[in-house]
């Protein structure tokens, strides 16, 4: 399975896990540890996003909804405004590590992420060198008539979330970092 879904979108390393929330968790560990020697830690969300339920992806999750009686949340998360690339810009701090973003929103209401958002994050991650984490919990394995959403856009995450579509209703989800 890891061969073929290697095949299927970019070289690198897959991580097998239990859940869409536990791939996150493992995203958001990876770019922690990624950023550690220069003291970054901070990861950009989205508001509207929905991550999952355990307690870091709760917190990446960019609605008060999911949050509340949580408290206290860890650190370490920003939410912008989906599709505002200005409003990003502005919440990138030096101890900024990364983005995480869904490129179609399901529980935030549908929203599906603009072609110059997207290809401009991917140029943002590149200069600052911070990941670009894209969740495809939902739209992944062909949900958006592509293997994968990110494709429709020309770039390539440098992490990628994988649950749902993959396991047909068994407990399976995927990290997929690329090699680099």
């Known amino acids: 399975l890891a061969e073929r879904i290697i095949k299927e979108s970019f070289p690198g390393k897959v991580f097998f896990c239990n859940s869409g929330a536990e791939a ?3 995203a958001i560990k990876f770019a922690r540890k990624f950023g550690s ?3 970054r ?3 950009i969300t989205m508001k509207n996003a929905f991550h999952g339920r355990t307690l870091a992806a709760v917190t990446a999750t960019g609605q008060k909804k999911y949050l509340e009686g949580f408290e206290p949340l ?3 998360f920003k939410s912008v405004a989906y599709n505002d690339i200005d409003a990003l810009r502005k ?6 590590v990364g983005i995480i973003i ?3 929103q399901g529980e935030g209401g549908i929203n599906i992420a603009d072609q110059d958002f997207v290809l401009s994050l991917r140029k943002l991650c590149d200069e600052k060198k911070m990941l670009l984490i894209v ?7 062909g949900r958006t008539a592509k293997m ?11 992490i990628m979330t994988l649950a749902k579509a993959l396991g047909g209703a068994l407990p399976i989800g995927v990290m997929v970092a690329k090699k680099e």
């Open 24 to 26: 996150i968790e493992g």
């Open 37 to 39: 020697e220069s003291g």
């Open 41 to 43: 830690y901070e990861i």
């Open 74 to 76: 860890p650190e370490g």
């Open 91 to 96: 919440a990138i701090s030096d101890k900024t």
């Open 102 to 104: 869904e490129l179609v």
């Open 135 to 141: 969740d495809e919990v939902q739209t992944g394995i």
């Open 148 to 158: 994968f959403a990110y494709q429709h856009y020309g770039i390539t995450p440098d």
